[in-house]
């Protein structure tokens, strides 16, 4: 079993459609939760960092951690085209500086 | 500011050679990580440079080896390729630890035929 779980999709949705990104971790040492965003052909750019549980906002982009389930999600308002991309989930356990990262969910905005 | 490079973007080896992979971390940033990416496992760590010491190892074979120079610059080799190390290679850089935004490179695709 792996650390971090994440569905791969592809998740197909319309444009302005509310979107929900999840993932499941299994070791309760991760501590800092992380959204990356990375498009065709680039390296992933971080979208979204916390470290507590809650929700976190930045724009159309919600962050949302639950530790006691072990379960991460992000939420994409209004989404747009341009928000299509493959969306990754990472975290740092406790006292190293290693990342994990899920395997990614492909969403598709289309107009 | 320039952002993380890499070089060179693609690359075609066959089964038995060795590979070299270099990254150029954002100026002032001492801390480089280098990942595999493939669609099957997806992004997995493989180290850490830190002021040229290597700081943390993920669970890769003795094959794979990097190194940081006195620049911050650093290079990723790979002994004895075989079929399943073709993946996206991605470098990240950041200032110092977990604390500071990982910022990556556009990566190395590299294709072992």
């Known amino acids: 079993q792996k650390e971090v779980e994440q569905d791969p999709g592809p998740l197909s949705v319309p444009e302005g459609a509310i979107v929900s990104l999840n993932c499941t971790y299994s070791?309760?040492?991760?501590?800092?939760f992380m959204w990356y965003r990375q498009y065709s052909r680039k390296g992933p750019e971080l979208l979204m960092y916390t470290y507590s549980s809650g929700n976190k906002e930045d724009g159309r982009f919600t962050a949302q951690v639950d530790k006691s389930s072990k379960y991460i999600s992000l939420f994409i308002r209004d989404s747009q085209p341009s928000d299509s991309a493959t969306y990754l989930c990472a975290m740092i356990p406790y006292n190293t500086d290693k990342l994990i990262f899920g395997t990614g969910t492909r969403l598709q905005v289309f107009p | 500011k320039a952002g993380v490079t890499q070089t060179p973007r693609y690359l075609i080896k066959t089964r038995g050679q060795q590979v070299t992979l270099s990254c150029s971390p954002i100026?002032?940033?001492?801390?480089v990580s280098w990942y595999q990416q493939t669609p099957g496992q997806g992004l997995q760590f493989l180290f850490e440079?830190?002021?040229?010491?290597?700081?943390n190892k993920g669970n890769f074979p003795g094959r794979f080896s990097g190194r940081q120079f006195s620049n911050s610059r650093s290079e990723m080799n790979v002994s004895t390729l075989e079929l399943g190390d073709s993946a996206l290679y991605l470098c990240?850089?950041?200032?110092?630890?977990?604390?500071?935004?990982?910022?990556f490179g556009p990566g190395t695709r590299l294709t072992v035929l």
């Open positions: 100026s002032g940033h001492r801390s």
């Open positions: 070791n309760s040492a991760f501590q800092y």
């Open positions: 440079y830190f002021s040229e010491t290597q700081r």
């Open positions: 990240a850089s950041r200032k110092t630890d977990y604390t500071d935004t990982q910022y």
